[in-house]
């Protein structure tokens, strides 16, 4: 069976393509896409390039949040926003390689809702909200509602992913993530925490551990409140490392990996509970450090 | 029914126009429909790096983009490097220092190496191979291309 390829030039013309052919696959940088038709795993009918909306590839501060155009690269995010999103910043970086980055895009990653996807954790960690378009409307999606199964995302058949918002970082923020080597690896795991001193919360969350990308809820929840209640979020203090320990702890407990080819659920779990502790002392000794810098 | 497509875009400063079928990646039209046989293709999906190309000046792997896609852009192919017969102090370095072998990885390297350079003129050996991280070779061992692109790198610098 041919392929049809539809080319819009304009967000409304693909909008209506997407409702007259709700099965198009959607492409963009084509890291996932691509490889799957080279490989004969996926034969769509119809593939909808959006790469010629050019209104895609912005991002701009939209109210309380940074909205990221579904068209926005890797590269560009990590040029233009690490400053403001340090996690999905340093998750980008980790992303395949220079080729894949200029091309790959969060959206993309969204799309494909792999488990194993690298900007998952941090964006589940920050609160970020899908926004998707069809045309019917627009559509604001929760992270923690977008992902509802292994490669399967909350889309309508209909809809298109216009962007992605993210508040920008309040507090320190880091990513974790374990391969086989630094470029061009599906991570084995992957782990993303934001620290969130004006709210006194914390987002906590992993990749390649469960059918899902998925929060900690319990771990980050845990963490909230023994900086709160030690009087920690003001004063700064070193962290008590009993908590760190349970902080790891409770992080490995929210994931249900699986033993595959990359790696084994045992191992996925302790790697888990190491970077959660790791990238929290990295996190706290940030916001330490900050505070002496904005004090001398 | 699916019918040809018409693709016309630059490649080297040179516009071409061809039909080709939508399903056509960007690295078998380069070579079979336009004659561009430096587009290495190893892999076929993604990995290998030995067809990236530059795309409106940023690296791509040409096996992970449609024909249909390089629509209007202007692309660069390792046949592009060259001027008057004057190799790209890149490859003038990769010969030097023996930056190749068999040579199948080499126009994916020099496009990665060529875009890292323009970002960065002056690497330190761990930015080069994190430049060139995309892109496998399977008989140098990398150091040597290592040494190949910083020594382009300071004759570059010291040219311009």
């Known amino acids: 069976m041919a392929m049809e390829f539809l080319r819009p030039a304009t967000w409304d013309e693909a909008l209506a393509a997407k409702a007259e052919h709700p099965g198009a696959l959607p492409i963009s940088g084509g890291t996932d896409v691509m490889v799957e038709i080279n490989f004969d795993a996926t034969r769509p009918e119809y593939l909808l390039d959006l790469t010629r909306i050019e209104e895609l590839t912005d991002w701009s501060a939209d109210g309380e949040r940074l909205r990221i155009g579904a068209g926005v690269t890797y590269t560009s995010l990590i040029a233009d926003l690490a400053d403001r999103l340090p996690g999905l910043a340093m998750a980008s970086r980790t992303v395949g390689s220079p080729q894949i980055r200029n091309r790959g895009t969060v959206a993309g990653n969204l799309g494909s809702a792999s488990p194993a996807g690298d900007a998952h954790p941090p964006l589940l960690a920050d609160d970020a909200v899908v926004e998707a378009h069809s045309a019917r409307g627009v559509r604001h999606i929760p992270i923690t509602e977008f992902y509802t199964g292994v490669k399967r995302n909350a889309l309508e058949p209909d809809e298109l992913i216009a962007a992605v918002l993210v508040p920008p970082a309040d507090g320190p923020q880091q990513f974790a993530k374990i391969g086989t080597r630094n470029a061009m690896v599906i991570s084995v795991t992957a782990f993303g925490l934001a620290l969130h001193p004006s709210t006194g919360t914390v987002g906590a969350a992993f990749g390649s551990a469960a059918p899902t990308p998925r929060r900690a809820t319990k771990a980050e929840q845990f963490l909230a409140a023994e900086l709160t209640e030690s009087g920690r979020w003001d004063s700064r203090a070193e962290l008590d490392p009993a908590a760190v320990t349970r902080f790891g702890a409770l992080v490995a407990e929210a994931a249900t990996p699986i033993d595959d080819v990359r790696g084994t659920a045992d191992y996925r779990t302790h790697a888990l509970s190491v970077m959660a502790r790791r990238t929290l002392v990295w996190a706290w000794t940030d916001y330490r450090r900050k505070r002496v810098r904005t004090c001398a | ?160």
């Open chain 2, 1 to 160: 029914m699916t019918g040809k497509v018409t693709v016309t875009l630059k490649v080297n400063g040179r516009t071409f126009s061809a039909d080709c079928e939508p399903r056509k990646t960007l690295a078998d039209f380069l070579r079979q429909d336009l004659g561009f046989t430096g587009v290495h293709l190893g892999c076929e999906h993604g990995v290998c790096g030995a067809c990236t190309i530059s795309v409106d000046g940023s690296t791509a792997r040409s096996c992970c983009m449609l024909a249909v896609q390089a629509e209007g852009t202007e692309v660069t192919t390792v046949e592009g490097l060259a001027s008057d017969g004057n190799l790209h102090p890149l490859q003038e370095a990769f010969w030097k220092h023996h930056g190749l072998q068999c040579g199948f990885c080499t126009p994916g390297m020099l496009a990665a190496a060529s875009e890292l350079l323009e970002d960065n003129p002056d690497p330190t050996a761990d930015e080069i191979r994190e430049g060139i991280s995309g892109n496998l070779c399977r008989c140098t061992g990398y150091q040597f291309i290592v040494d190949s692109v910083q020594d382009a790198a300071q004759h570059l610098r010291s040219t311009t």
